[in-house]
Each structure stands twice: as C-alpha cells, then as structure tokens.
C-alpha cells in the first residue's frame, strides 16, 4: 500500500528531504487507517472516558480502572479481520496473542479473554471452514497459554461472507506499584527487545488491514498474516512477571501493527521523546534481513521495554532464564527517531531520522461525506407462531454455542465462578473480595437495520447482561468495525453506529476507556454491517450476600416467571424478522437504562431470586427455550407475535419465590408483569394468542444445538 501522494507532501515538507525507502515503508505503516485513525479519529471524541475509578484511559496498550485502593483491572480488545480470512487459525490465534501481549505491557497478568466472532451465512460451507479455523486457532492459543476465554459471542451474517470479523478482548489485575505504562520516560534509558527472534512473517500487516480485501486475498497476502507460538507466548507472560517482580520496566509496548517501528516509535513518542536504534542489533531468526524488513515485520511473541541501563544485565539474565531471545537495540534521546543499519558492504547508514512524535502522531485525519441511514417501515409477515418460533430457536444466532465454548480451555487459573454459555462470564478476584462480570459482542442484525439504534442496543444489551449476574457496570472497551469509510453510504452507517454506542455508554454512566477501529472489512461480496463490539466489565461485591455465586440462567421450577422492563413495541433488526421477512423500525430503547441495570442487578442478589436471563437475541422465544431443562420447565402466556418476538435489550426474565421483592425494586422503573410458573416437568407450555405451543427439553435442546450437530 503505497505512500499516497499527499502524505508524500507532508512528509517531504517535514524532513525538508525525500524519505529513505525504510522510512517511507515507516510512514505508511504508521500512518495507515489501522494505525492512524485516520478516518475514525474525529468520530471517537463522542466517548466519555473518564469516572473517578479510570486509571489510564484511552492511548495505551490497555486501559487501567481501579477495583479498590490497590487492586486494578486491565481492559483491551483488538480486532484481527483480515489475516483471519487469509489464515484463519493463525489470524485468530495472533489476534489472542497480541491482546494478551497489550495486557502484560501494563505490568498486568491476563485473566480472562473473550471472543466476538462474525461470519457469513452459517449455511455456506465457506462460512464454515472459517468459523472452524478460527474457533480452532483461538483454542489453541488461549489454552496453551493458560489464559481461559469466558466469554464472547458469534454472529452470521451475509454481509461477512468476504470479510470475516474476529474481535478479542482481555482483562488481566495489576496494582498500584506494579503497574507500567507505554510512555518513555528518560533519555539514556536503553531499549531491550525481549521475546521471540525476527523473522519477515507479517511484513505489511497494518498496511494491509487499511485496505479492501481482493478476491485472492487468501493467496496473494498469505505473507501479511503473522504465525504465533504460544507457548513462546506463556515463556514470555511469566518472564514479564519476573521483570515487573523486580521493578525492572520503565516503560513498555507489545510488538504488534508495524512491528519493531510501531512499538518503539510510539513508545518514545508517548514520552516526547526520541530514540538511537541499531537495527543490527535486534535478534534475527531469518539471515540477509534488510533494514525495512526488521523495522517492520510483525512477528509475534516480542516486546520492547525501557530499561535503566544499570538493569540491563539483569533483564537479560530473566530472558534467558525463560529461553527467550534478548537485545539491547538502542538508546532512549531527547532528539530525533533515528535507526541505523550496516548492510553487507559494511557502510552504516541512517535510514529513519525523524520526529517520534510526526512518525506517530502526525497522519491528517480524512473529510469525508457521510450519508446518515433512514430507518426502515413497518412491514410485517403474517406468519404462523409455530413456525417462527422453532425457526428463531433454531436460528444459528440464537442457538447454542456450546460447540464453541466447550473448545475453551475456561477454568484455568481457578478464578471462573460463572463459565460461557450463560450471560455474562464471573471472575473471583479474591483480592479485592469483587466479583468481575465480563460481557463482549455486537448484534449485526441490529445495527444492519438501525446503526444508530441498533449500537444503543448493544450497549444496554451488554450492561443487562452483567445486571443479570449481580454486577454493575463498571467500564468497556469497544471495537469499532466497518467498511470502506470511501463510501458515503458505509460512512454515514459507521458514523451512527459510534455516536449511538457513545450516547448509550453514557446513559448508562460506564466510561469507554479504550479501544480499537477496524475500518475497510469490504470485499468482493460487500462492506460488512457497522458492528460495534463492546467488552463491558462489572463488578459485585463478593464480601456478602451471593459471594461469587450467581443466579443461573436455566430454571429452577419451583418459582414465578416475571418479565421486568418494558418492550420496545417494534421488530425491526430481529431474528423473527430475518425468518419472516418483511420490515419494521428498530424498537424503543429503556428511557433510563442505567437505573434499570441497577434494579436488575440488584434483583440479582436476593436469595429469593432462583434465576435470570436477559432478554434480547431472538426475544422471549429464546430466553424461554434457553431456561427449560430435563428438571424444569415453564408455563407462560404471551399476547402475540409481538411480545414473543421482540429484542429489546435491557429486560429479563426472573424466576422468584418473591415476587413482591421483584416488583418493589422496579418500583417506578420499568414495569414488571407475570408471565406464568416455572415447572418441574421440563416442558415449555407457550399460550401465544389463540395459538398453543409445547416443547418438551428434548425437543427444545434438538433445536438449539444447530451448530453442534452441523459440525460434529
């Protein structure tokens, strides 16, 4: 992807020179969309990323927030789209090892990791083969690094079917000592690579993820998409414990996008400062590297750290005591950044000199035209209720996931109170006494038909689902994902889809603390939906009450069903609809969604509440599917369609033995009305207007296990 003209211009005008060709690759490296921002930059000012508990907001690997005085949380997500159409096992898996990588540069240890996954129509056998790989590559990775992955969502969705998304988040606890930033801090520290040898894997990953993937993508940018070790991974986690243990890391970055250029460039940048590298110096795994091809290539496994040249010895001591290779590459200045190589003629050239801070930071933002999306009209099927309902339940976006889940290694690490499958994940963190509720995914259908709306969902949708485990949200991370932003009509979505999702966080009072932009997903087959993956992290007092127990999302049967908040009155973006056919505007949003999470959470809580599930994919017909079991069942009447259908999020289903407990805390909230009973004998009785419906577990389970039973 070459240098465009314009930016030839500027760059010109600030060296006062042509570029070197190493610097040139630098410059659109850094300068990409992936890197830059360059088109989504003046869109991220509509977030809100600060409360009294955020540490470190937006700009570094990962954002920091406060449990108590002396426990904190990190928070990061990526996305890793394009290599995982390319080589989906190895995309996926480096995208898990650059996130973790984002998660150590804090000086935090990865605790958790989630997945929101999106893929063509489940139907296509091209679908498939990529949802095995990279269902198959994130395995592999989270479980060989002893990381578990509790959480996430998967998606299908024609307008994936040439461009696949993979969005991973991690969380990962830190303290107040022990916490490291990404920001140099004094010139004559020196810089240590540490971690795996370069090699010319990924040469031009950020580049090549700031462009529209072609039809023979999958051969022609094979070399773009980098190739992980995990357990050069694990090596690499625990020998960054031991420097952190010491107090040895002034500063530090994962060697991610651009390589060896962009960590360190931006590193020294961050600082205002400056850099002396001597890329002869950097460990190589492959012999005759040229200068553009150690700056930049992405190999995986390696991180820059700032060391006080007094500690050198010694951080180079831990390298190997964990067999990991070990260079001192250069210098941190107060000048210019500067690298230099000596080639096979034996001259030493300079082939980068120039501003850390114009390198990383100097890309111009692009004006755009925008076409805002018009919300569809009310067009909706006569369809039979029988028909619709094993359809939805049967739907691949609302099924079960076990097939994905179960793949995950979700225990390790003895902190999972609550595993995947239910709906949001539960982390003890035992030194705080809190319990860390984690929720991450996007609906597509959603923000296809309404980006605006839609991205609200997604946000309220994410909040309920902590609620519904106990936990308040606390803070997210998002992963903003879209087309070519070239195109009016693609920009205009992605545009609506940002401002919806900052105008929800802030409703809901939970700071957007970081983050990633995904832009130019299009393909041969189209642009992808605005998708606009939140991670969203709670917390919940674990020193009483409930502990780290949580109330399960099946039924007990021995209960009253409530469903508590109020119905958006509309099906726009359902999966009813995406059966049916036909259209409808997108539903009516809770008009105080934060006090509604609160209420629910709160519910959450009580010893009377037996269980809870949110409402949302798929409506009623699936969280009612989802709660019945050999042992319980449910016995409900709905009035129609509608109320059957509907995905309005912030709503939940709650089985009680106190009702009255329920309602007075959604007491001039949100309405609260009987469904019917919870039973012992595993059969969904449904009364949908004059229609009767009944599914005994067997059948219900059948239905939902699609994905399990198409792939077995």
């Not at 996926?92 to 000086?107: K, L, P």
């Not at 020196?190 to 040898?197: F, H, K, R, T």
């Not at 049967?394 to 996931?401: E, I, L, V, W």
């Amino acid at each position: 992807m070459p240098l465009a003209d314009a930016d030839r211009e500027l760059v010109v005008g600030e060296l006062g020179r042509d570029p070197t060709r190493t610097e040139t690759a630098l410059f659109e490296n850094l300068w990409s969309e992936h890197c830059a921002y360059r088109s989504s930059r003046p869109l991220l000012s509509a977030f809100d990323s600060e409360s009294d508990d955020v540490v470190v907001g937006p700009g570094d690997d990962a954002a920091v927030v406060a449990l108590d005085d002396d426990t904190y949380v990190t928070l990061g997500v990526e996305s890793h789209n394009h290599p995982s159409y390319v080589d989906p096992f190895d995309g996926a898996a480096t995208g898990v090892g650059g996130i973790v990588r984002d998660t150590m540069s804090m000086g935090a240890y990865p605790v958790g990791l989630t997945d929101s996954l999106y893929f063509g129509d489940f139907d296509r056998e091209h679908s498939r083969y990529l949802f095995e790989g990279v269902v198959e590559g994130i395995s592999h990775y989270g479980n060989a690094i002893g990381v578990p992955t509790v959480g996430g969502s998967v998606a299908f969705h024609d307008g994936y079917e040439g461009n696949p998304l993979v969005n991973v988040a991690c969380v990962g606890l830190t303290t107040e000592d022990r916490m490291v930033t990404a920001v140099a801090a004094e010139p004559g520290n020196e810089l240590v690579l540490v971690g795996n040898a370069t090699g010319r894997d990924g040469l031009g990953g950020a580049s090549f993820a700031s462009e529209d993937l072609s039809e023979d993508a999958e051969t022609e940018d094979r070399p773009a998409v980098q190739v992980g070790d995990p357990y050069a991974e694990k090596r690499l986690i625990e020998c960054n414990e031991a420097l952190v243990d010491e107090s040895l890391v002034v500063s530090a970055r994962d060697l991610g996008a651009a390589g060896l250029g962009g960590a360190s460039c931006e590193l020294v940048a961050k600082g205002g400062l400056g850099a002396q590298i001597d890329l002869n110096a950097v460990h190589q795994r492959e012999p005759g590297m040229n200068a553009t091809e150690i700056l930049l290539a992405e190999s995986q496994e390696r991180m820059v750290y700032e060391v006080r040249p007094e500690d050198a010895e010694r951080v180079a001591e831990l390298a190997d005591r964990f067999d990991l290779g070990c260079s001192v590459i250069g210098e941190v200045t107060d000048g210019n950044y500067v690298c230099t190589f000596e080639g096979d003629d034996g001259d030493r050239e300079t082939v980068v000199d120039a501003p850390a801070a114009y390198l990383a930071d100097g890309a111009p933002t692009n004006d755009l035209e925008r076409v805002d999306p018009v919300q569809p009209e009310r067009d909706l099927p006569d369809a039979r209720v029988a028909e619709a309902f094993e359809a939805v339940v049967g739907d691949p976006n609302t099924a079960s996931k076990r097939w994905v889940y179960r793949q995950y290694d979700h225990e390790v690490g003895a902190r999972t109170a609550v595993r995947p499958g239910d709906d949001a994940a539960l982390l003890a963190v035992r030194e705080a006494e809190t319990g860390l509720a984690l929720s991450a995914g996007a609906e597509p259908r959603w923000t296809a038909a309404a980006p605006y709306e839609g991205a609200r969902a997604v946000a309220v949708e994410n909040a309920t689902n902590l609620a519904s485990v106990g936990a308040t949200p606390l803070a997210a991370v998002d992963c903003l994902n879209g087309g070519n932003p070239e195109k009016p009509e693609v920009y205009g979505a992605f545009a609506a889809a940002v401002d919806g999702l900052a105008d929800a966080c802030s409703a809901l009072d939970v700071p957007v603390v970081g983050g990633n932009v995904s832009l130019y997903n299009d393909s041969a087959a189209g642009p992808v939906p605005p998708t606009p993956t939140l991670a969203m992290v709670g917390t919940r007092d674990a020193a009483d009450g409930r502990g780290y127990d949580a109330p399960p999302t099946a039924f007990a049967g021995e209960g009253t069903l409530l469903h508590v908040g109020e119905p958006g009155g509309a099906l726009g973006g359902s999966a009813y609809l995406a059966h049916a056919g036909g259209s409808d505007r997108f539903p009516d949003l809770p008009r105080d969604p934060k006090t509604v999470v609160a209420s629910l959470a709160g519910v959450a809580g009580l010893e009377s509440t037996l269980a809870v599930h949110d409402v949302s994919h798929g409506g009623l017909a699936v969280t009612l599917a989802e709660g019945v079991s050999d042992d319980a069942g449910a016995d409900v009447a709905v009035d129609g369609s509608l109320e059957l259908f509907d995905e309005t999020p912030g709503r939940a289903v709650v089985e009680t033995t106190d009702p009255d407990a329920v309602r007075d805390a959604f007491d001039g909230v949100a309405p609260v009305e009987t469904l019917g009973e919870a039973t012992t004998d595993g059969t969904l009785s449904l009364s949908v207007g004059d229609a009767e419906l009944a599914y005994d577990a067997d059948a219900v389970r059948e239905r939902r296990a699609v994905i399990e039973r198409e792939l077995a």
